[in-house]
């Protein structure tokens, strides 16, 4: 089955792209990182809570999520996939499964970890093989059973040893997906330990190293899109302009507001971004669903992003659920690199 996000490649790719073709996809990989923390506090319509949400009560909101049919692509962890999609709920959906096909050693932020601390490590736990045919080497329908999308992680941080091994990790990476006929999108963080990089140069730096680090590598081997932090406009527009076959996509970082939920996709459409991957900016929502459809009118131009925060709350007040912050608090612009567009 062609999915929305493969029609929405190839019209960005021919130059076709309109605001509909924005891609919207649900990060709930963070079992891979944060772990139990990540699932989500489990709110009372009062705002109150004292637990996480289970294994079981995430995958329901990933469930629901899916079934809503308006992201474009749901990443999850290999062994949530396997779960969901034994179940069959993509067998028929426009919505695209991906695995996070590495965890690199920065996003081990379980509560006491250190690791992150120190320059990234790479790591991979997910099998390709196992992930193409839904956990059984004997399976070849990966549309139903699987995936063949993966999300690739890589840090850079002006360490010569760090940097070379995840370069090397990556080359490996790419010579396995290829034999598998694996495609993936590559994740470049900002620097999590980097060495002797000004603050101002920083996302420069970052620019330069995902050129770099594809340059020697061939069309069919390159990564569907890329997913960065949000550094700014002049950042962004850099990256986006330089080479218009190398689609680039946002990441969400933090929770934040609501506002800042819907300016980061703004702005980062508005300069040059063709995917939003947010994690927590959906999953920490008052009410995930609701967040998910104003993320697309915001994406579609249809609602600026402070007429999306101003209808988010009107929505959580008909369904009786107290919001986290007052409406004016939650229309603020709070992340500094969006503070840079004003």
Request: proline fraction near 5%; charge should be negative.
């Amino acid at each position: 089955m062609t999915t929305r996000l493969d029609q929405k490649l190839a019209r960005i790719r021919a130059g076709k792209y309109t605001r509909n073709d924005f891609i919207i996809a649900d990060a709930k990989d963070g079992d891979m990182g944060p772990s139990i923390p990540s699932t989500g506090p489990l709110r009372q319509p009062d705002g109150s809570w004292s637990r996480y949400r289970t294994r079981a009560e995430f995958l329901d909101q990933v469930r629901a999520i899916v079934a809503q049919d308006v992201v474009d692509i749901m990443l999850l962890s290999a062994s949530n996939l396997e779960q969901l999609a034994g179940e069959g709920i993509f067998e028929k959906s426009p919505v695209k499964p991906a695995i996070r096909a590495n965890d690199t050693t920065d996003i081990w932020v379980g509560r006491g970890c250190t690791y992150n601390q120190q320059p990234s490590r790479p790591f991979r736990s997910a099998s390709l093989s196992r992930v193409l045919h839904g956990g059984s080497a004997h399976r070849s329908n990966a549309a139903v059973t699987g995936t063949d999308l993966g999300l690739y992680s890589v840090t850079f941080n002006n360490d010569l040893d760090a940097d070379f091994r995840s370069l090397e990790a990556f080359s490996d990476f790419r010579a396995e997906a290829a034999t598998h006929g694996f495609k993936y999108f590559l994740e470049v963080f900002n620097p999590n330990a980097g060495r002797d990089i000004a603050p101002e140069i920083m996302p420069h730096f970052v620019n330069d190293c995902i050129v770099r680090c594809l340059a020697g590598v061939h069309q069919a081997d390159r990564p569907e899109f890329l997913k960065i932090a949000y550094n700014g406009p002049a950042a962004l527009e850099e990256l986006a302009s330089y080479d218009p076959g190398m689609i680039v996509g946002v990441l969400g970082g933090g929770a934040g507001t609501t506002r800042d939920c819907f300016e980061l996709l703004c702005q980062a459409e508005r300069y040059g971004a063709r995917v939003a991957l947010f994690g927590r900016k959906i999953n920490l929502a008052e009410d995930p669903l609701e967040i998910v459809r104003f993320m697309r009118e915001v994406a579609d131009g249809t609602m600026t992003p402070l007429e999306a925060v101003r209808a988010y709350h009107g929505e959580l007040g008909k369904r009786g659920i107290k919001p986290m912050r007052g409406l004016e608090d939650d229309s603020a612009v709070t992340e500094a690199a969006l503070l840079k567009a004003k």
